[in-house]
């Protein structure tokens, strides 16, 4: 399994932008798929964002869609997601998680398929 640290998490206003970055741990990063996940206060957790090994497929959930892009740079073991044009309703703890498995170009991927986790950074974003 692969070790996660999620950093760049805060308080921002609305109509801002946050780079949330996941860094790995271990050589094996770029075999893995990478997805960012949220849980807000009292909600279950939601599919955000996926990118496939090589980056070459990224698949993006409605509710942030032309507004969150995912990328990821394997020589340094990282994936970031940029939150542009924040919203409150983004605020939640944001976890980004690793797979073996591929990724959906369409639909959000199962979050079971994910086997490591890291320990989430919280966005909050005000009004």
């Known amino acids: 399994q692969v070790q996660l640290v999620e950093t760049g998490g805060g308080l921002v206003q609305a109509g801002g932008s946050l780079r949330l970055a996941c860094a790995a741990s271990?050589?094996?990063?770029?075999?893995?798929?990478m997805g960012w996940f949220r849980q807000a206060p009292g909600k279950e957790r939601e599919f955000v964002a996926a990118?496939?090994?090589?980056?070459?497929?990224?698949n993006h959930a409605n509710a942030v869609k032309g507004r969150f892009t995912i990328s990821r740079d394997n020589v340094r073991n990282t994936v970031y997601l940029q939150m542009n044009s924040l919203k409150p309703e983004d605020t939640a703890v944001y976890y980004c998680?690793?797979?073996?498995?591929?990724?959906?170009?369409?639909?959000?991927?199962?979050?079971?398929?994910?086997?490591?986790w890291g320990q989430g950074t919280q966005v909050t974003v005000s009004s």
């Open positions: 271990g050589r094996t990063f770029s075999t893995y798929a």
């Open positions: 998680a690793a797979s073996i498995k591929g990724i959906p170009v369409i639909g959000a991927p199962d979050s079971r398929d994910f086997g490591s």
């Open positions: 990118i496939n090994s090589n980056g070459g497929v990224r």
